[in-house]
């Protein structure tokens, strides 16, 4: 009889263990995934803090400096960026799992002070034979056309706007031109290449007239989809949407976008044809 007892406390104790194990496992489950944000200085001259809810998470950034990923909660933060004349406070509302590219920059007209904008990643896995890239001007350039291999395929982009597409591997020659202009480039011409499987974004900043233009860029890994690679590609036109990315600030303006293509141009070398285009929403960021 004492065994049969002990026996059945043994069973009772392994039944409340893996139910415990099992409770905890569903906890952890269910928990909302962390946010990863990361930051990136992209105003020439500058040396920036960065605090995030009033605790400082970066010291002395230059300009170029990649900062992160942060992982953050799921909510809205507080982002201030602080240097020598300079404070931009903004905020940051970020979903579980989501990551984001927070960008401090200057605006398109020449000594404006710097605004803020934020890219989220599109992580969505990707067809065999693709790359996907994240293109934002966030220079300080006034309205321009994109040339890709002599042909204008993207007109009037604005400061802050930003195009996002799955594109072929391959090469291809890009030119920044003045809006309406086939000449006097200020950017390029320039190759550019991409690897499959893989999200770039990728920042364009500085100042033609004074040199400080160049690009800012961090690529990761992206899952496959699942689908068996094409015998022929057809590339399409180029569309507009109005999708926004996520600003900070409450100035909304609507536009046109893609002045992000000359930023992949000084980085890599072969982006095929765009796919898809999205409108940006820009608004400094007070």
Not at 15 to 40: C, K, N
Not at 162 to 178: H, M, Q, R, S
Not at 233 to 238: D, F, L, N, S
Request: proline share 6%.
């Amino acid at each position: 009889m004492r065994r049969l007892v002990l026996s059945c406390l043994a069973t009772l104790l392994v039944v409340l263990g893996l139910s415990a194990a099992s409770s905890q496992a569903s906890s952890e489950a269910s928990a909302p995934r962390p946010a990863r944000v990361t930051v990136i200085q992209a105003v020439p001259g500058a040396s920036v803090d960065v605090s995030v809810d009033g605790e400082e998470v970066a010291g002395g950034a230059g300009v170029g400096d990649e900062l992160g990923p942060f992982e953050l909660s799921p909510g809205s933060y507080d982002v201030v960026f602080t240097g020598e004349g300079m404070e931009v406070a903004s905020t940051l509302d970020v979903r579980a799992g989501a990551a984001t590219d927070v960008v401090l920059h200057l605006p398109a007209e020449v000594g404006g002070d710097p605004v803020v904008h934020s890219y989220a990643a599109p992580d969505a896995p990707i067809g065999p034979g693709k790359a996907r890239v994240l293109l934002a001007h966030t220079a300080t350039v006034a309205p321009a056309d994109v040339r890709v291999d002599g042909r204008t395929v993207f007109t009037n982009i604005a400061n802050g706007e930003f195009a996002e597409a799955d594109v072929p591997e391959g090469t291809i020659e890009v030119t920044l031109l003045p809006t309406g202009s086939t000449s006097d480039a200020i950017l390029g011409p320039l190759n550019v290449s991409l690897e499959a499987q893989t999200l770039s974004m990728i920042y364009a900043y500085g100042n033609p007239r004074d040199g400080s233009m160049s690009v800012i860029a961090h690529t990761s890994a992206l899952a496959a989809d699942g689908s068996v690679e094409p015998r022929r590609i057809v590339t399409g036109a180029a569309g507009l949407l109005a999708e926004p990315v996520t600003v900070f600030g409450d100035d909304d303006r609507g536009g046109l976008l893609l002045l992000g293509v000359l930023v992949l141009v000084g980085l890599l070398g072969g982006v095929g044809a765009i796919a898809r285009v999205r409108a940006a929403s820009g608004s400094r960021a007070e």
